[in-house]
């Protein structure tokens, strides 16, 4: 059984968190991380999901004394890490979205991504593409401060 202090519980997401915003934040803003995005193609973006998996697998298990088969399992995944690849997309989601900075580094500044309007919710598709190569450059980044956040506390 895994000792006490090992069991993921809410702290634990907490610190992945922390750990995910504190990293994503400056790319989220940062214009060239929108343009690269802009050109990268869509095998490209696929490799930067491959990339966070990775890079969050290897933190958690390789780089640290965890042992994956010893925690509970979603479908044969560890909690601990779907948490951590959510966390690390949610973070960059959340930050480009609440800065518009789709719309900001892609549109004219005047549009958003996102528009409610009475109870329907609103997605400019133009932008949306583009935004989820940039998100996934920023989940890169995110996925590394969430795992350190995780594994140092």
């Not at 909690?79 to 960059?92: A, D, E, N, Q």
């Not at 719309?103 to 958003?112: H, K, L, M």
């Not at 609103?122 to 989940?139: P, Q």
Request: hydrophobic fraction near 50%; charge should be negative.
């Amino acid at each position: 059984m895994v000792g006490r202090r090992r069991r993921f519980a809410l702290s634990d997401t907490v610190q992945q968190i922390i750990g995910g915003f504190l990293l994503a934040g400056p790319f989220v803003v940062t214009e060239e991380v929108w343009v690269l995005a802009r050109t990268m193609s869509w095998v490209q973006a696929l490799l930067t999901v491959v990339i966070v998996f990775v890079i969050g697998y290897g933190a958690l298990y390789k780089a640290d004394d965890r042992d994956p088969d010893r925690e509970t399992e979603v479908g044969g995944v560890p909690i601990r890490f779907i948490s951590l690849v959510s966390v690390s997309y949610l973070s960059v989601i959340i930050l480009a979205v609440v800065f518009n900075a789709p719309a900001t580094f892609f549109g004219d500044g005047t549009g958003e991504l996102l528009t409610v309007r009475g109870l329907g919710v609103g997605v400019d598709f133009g932008l949306l593409g583009e935004t989820v190569k940039a998100i996934s450059i920023g989940a890169i980044f995110s996925v590394i401060g969430a795992a350190t956040a995780d594994s140092l506390y």
